[in-house]
């Protein structure tokens, strides 16, 4: 069983940043990739920003340029870095881990950008 853990967001200007952090507890399921989804009110959730095992990323298309996604060696924390914040960037963040036997998802963390 890992426990992920937001921290991070909060309220922000347009065009400022903001930086998640994803803390993972102590875990013998191998890892494959973390990341980021986000939720935005009345609509699905989406992907945001994934790190595979073999440093690969992927992101949405709306973030590309703007957001960067990156971990620590051990996969124990995974970090995304928010530039250039549009209020259509409005959500909750989730953290995600894919495992060997499962996917693990944190409770979230709201960022909200408005003027």
């Known amino acids: 069983q890992v426990q992920l853990v937001e921290s991070g967001g909060g309220l922000v200007q347009p065009g400022g940043s903001l930086r998640l952090s994803c803390a993972a507890s102590?875990?013998?399921?191998?890892?494959?990739?973390m990341g980021w989804y986000r939720q935005a009110p009345g609509k699905q959730r989406e992907l945001v920003a994934t790190?595979?095992?073999?440093?690969?990323?992927n992101y949405a298309d709306s973030v590309k340029g703007r957001f960067t996604v990156s971990r620590d060696k051990a996969w124990n924390t995974v970090y995304l870095q928010m530039n250039s914040l549009k209020p259509e960037d409005t959500a909750v963040y989730y953290c995600?881990?894919?495992?060997?036997?499962?996917?693990?998802w944190g409770q979230g963390t709201q960022v909200t950008v408005s003027s």
């Open positions: 790190i595979m095992i073999d440093k690969s990323t």
């Open positions: 102590r875990s013998t399921d191998s890892v494959y990739a």
């Open positions: 995600w881990r894919k495992s060997r036997h499962r996917d693990y």
